[in-house]
């Protein structure tokens, strides 16, 4: 009930417009999101090199709806993969189709991809493209198989949610083609027909779908917070001799701190997605409909800080 309502919450343009201004929401979003310049994304992920950490940058900001917003963002990614090459960071970039135009043409959201996939080549890095709703799913899927992947190879890479019936036979036709996957479960609301609405359900396909994965997949992103899942990662890997430079655990900025160096200290390559930006509202509030105790966790921080500790 409270995740339908945070999620629902998170699509409320009107709220986000309400809430953006308001000091404790902004420091509420500290949390999760890096700051709202290149610099302060460089930064945090400066901070996690030093923990051995490689990162993923990431623009907060998607479902554009005018060109020229399309075309801001894709400057701001093309300033973040030179501001990464200069600073010497370990990092690559996130995307999201909508972000560079999808909704608007198919052509515009291809020259904005271009742009950014040319620049990332140049620097011998690497895009992710995110996945958004089901509603997108095999709109990304066609775009990157017919227009991304034949001409960047493997510069590119796709996110599978293990919350969708079709993944498995998703996951199965990356694996032929030696794509790069990060494996997740889905962050948005999703109709039955397409999702599971069990989560015992999501968190099965995600095992299955993670061990395929690790046994033939191209460098696959375990992207999760889920102990459970890790241990049973760990435990499949020494069990099928598959070597841990192999794969990498992917986590949230933020978000189980104490896992990621665990991991990181247990000899597994660990990346953790930083975003960043002034559109961080429907992110945030995704973040928390995912744990609500995050809500009275954040509280008390801003409360103690506002106390002065
Ligand atoms: C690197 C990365 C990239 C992602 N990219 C995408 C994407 O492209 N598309 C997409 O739909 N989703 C994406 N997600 C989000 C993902 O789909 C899940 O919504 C999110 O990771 C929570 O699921 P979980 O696997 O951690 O498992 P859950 O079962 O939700 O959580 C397991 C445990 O992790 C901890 N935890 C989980 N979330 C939080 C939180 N917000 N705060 C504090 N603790 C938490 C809790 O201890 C919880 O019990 C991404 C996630 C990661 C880590």
Not at 11 to 26: C, S
Not at 28 to 37: C, D, I, L, P, S
Not at 44 to 72: H, P, V
Request: aromatic share 10%.
């Amino acid at each position: 009930m409270m995740r339908h309502s945070l999620l629902w919450l998170s699509e409320q343009k009107q709220v986000f417009r309400f809430v953006r201004g308001n000091p404790l929401a902004r420091k509420f979003a500290h949390r999760f999101v890096a700051g709202e310049t290149i610099d302060s994304a460089v930064q945090a992920a400066r901070d996690l090199n030093g923990r051995k950490i490689t990162a993923t940058l990431d623009l907060l900001g998607e479902s554009i709806t005018e060109a020229g917003q399309a075309a801001a963002a894709r400057d701001t990614y093309l300033q973040m993969l030179d501001a990464i090459a200069k600073a010497g960071v370990q990092s690559n970039v996130s995307v999201k189709l909508t972000q560079m135009g999808f909704d608007i043409s198919e052509d515009l959201c291809l020259a904005n991809m271009s742009a950014i996939l040319d620049k990332a080549k140049a620097h011998g890095s690497f895009v992710r493209l995110d996945m958004e709703s089901s509603a997108y799913t095999q709109r990304t899927l066609d775009f990157f198989y017919q227009k991304l992947h034949p001409t960047f190879g493997n510069t590119v890479g796709v996110v599978i949610q293990s919350a969708l019936r079709r993944s498995a036979a998703d996951v199965d036709l990356l694996i032929e083609k030696g794509v790069r996957v990060r494996l997740c479960k889905g962050a948005y609301l999703e109709p039955a027909d397409v999702a599971f609405p069990d989560k015992a359900d999501v968190d099965k396909n995600y095992v299955m779908l993670m061990e395929r994965l690790m046994e033939r997949g191209n460098y696959p992103g375990l992207a999760t917070h889920d102990q459970v899942i890790l241990e049973r990662a760990k435990a499949f890997a020494a069990q099928q001799k598959i070597d841990p430079s192999r794969f990498e655990f992917q986590m949230l900025y933020g978000v189980r701190r104490d896992l990621q160096d665990q991991l990181r200290g247990g000899g597994y390559n660990m990346r953790v997605y930083v975003p960043f930006g002034t559109q961080w509202y429907p992110y945030l509030m995704r973040r928390l409909a995912e744990r609500p105790a995050n809500i009275a966790f954040i509280m008390g921080n801003v409360v103690k800080e506002a106390v002065g500790r």
